[in-house]
């Protein structure tokens, strides 16, 4: 390209398929589209689900996407606004983690202490699966994602 090595493109993407989306079909064509236009690498929003970004993973390969896919990852800290939140963007939340979650109520420790060790799990588990990277979305509260990158041992 005209730019050379200057910039590096990272675009959306999305493995439980993006909430305006006709389809999953149309959704997977339309991040095609922003590969195939020079995207160096992805980043996901957000899931709780391991299978779905394995399934969309190998979707992309089938159809000759050969970017670096990095999983969003979203600490669990507050229940109530993480439903909001995924109820408007939509990421699913399962319904075990849901009721899981739910049945904390207002205990806001074992929430966390629950998150903490559900969401550390999850990246162990996508990062021996051979995802590129991780990449948290913080919502400027930085000690979640510090304690999960210590427990993985990548401090």
């Not at 979707?59 to 996407?65: P, V």
């Not at 990852?73 to 408007?88: G, T, V």
């Not at 074992?110 to 991780?134: E, H, K, N, W």
Request: aromatic content about 10%; glycine content about 8%; proline content about 5%.
């Amino acid at each position: 390209g005209e730019t050379g090595d200057h910039f590096h493109i990272e675009v959306a993407a999305y493995p439980e398929v993006h909430p305006q989306a006709r389809s999953a079909r149309s959704d997977l064509a339309n991040f095609k589209r922003k590969v195939d236009a020079g995207a160096n690498a992805a980043i996901t929003q957000y899931f709780f689900n391991l299978d779905a970004y394995r399934h969309f993973v190998d979707e992309c390969d089938a159809i000759g996407i050969n970017i670096p896919i990095v999983p969003g990852i979203m600490p669990i800290n507050n229940y109530a606004q993480l439903a909001r939140f995924s109820d408007m963007c939509g990421a699913e939340i399962p319904r075990w983690l849901r009721l899981k979650l739910e049945a904390y109520a207002d205990d806001v420790a074992s929430i966390r202490a629950f998150g903490l060790d559900f969401v550390t799990d999850l990246c162990d588990r996508l990062l021996a699966s051979g995802a590129p990277g991780l990449h948290f979305y913080t919502l400027n509260q930085a000690g979640p994602t510090s304690t999960i990158w210590q427990r993985l041992g990548l401090s």
